[in-house]
């Protein structure tokens, strides 16, 4: 799930998204790419917080790392986000998914 991290720190706009990836070696945990993910996700507007990719894959990290209840309020925050007209097909995809694994989780 670490890459899954990286994949939507890259998504939220990370200056150079390919050294981010270069370097993952670098980042020491998932618990300091989940750090990450979660300052970049309420940092700055333009960021878009409301990500769904970017809500689903931290949902899918804190699984992970058995962080179930910040998990499930990441799934509900996805299926909570406003639909973006230009993501309309992935955002719906990630709903989908978010719906089947709370499901899941009970």
């Known amino acids: 799930m670490l890459l899954a991290a990286l994949v939507s720190i890259a998504a ?3 200056p ?3 050294q981010l990836y270069a370097d993952r070696g670098n980042i020491a945990s998932a618990e300091q790419a989940v750090a990450i993910w ?4 309420t940092r700055d507007p333009k960021d878009n917080p409301d990500s769904t990719a970017s809500r689903f894959f931290l949902a899918e990290t ?3 790392m058995n962080r179930r209840p910040e998990a499930r309020a990441e ?3 996805v299926l909570d986000a406003p639909v973006d007209p230009d ?3 992935e ?6 998914k978010a719906r089947a ?3 899941r989780l009970g």
């Open 91 to 96: 955002d719906q995809e990630f709903k989908a």
């Open 16 to 18: 150079d998204p390919d």
């Open 12 to 14: 939220l706009q990370v």
């Open 75 to 77: 799934l509900e925050k």
């Open 38 to 41: 979660e300052e970049r996700l």
């Open 101 to 103: 694994l709370l499901a």
């Open 87 to 89: 993501w309309a097909p």
């Open 62 to 64: 804190l699984l992970d």
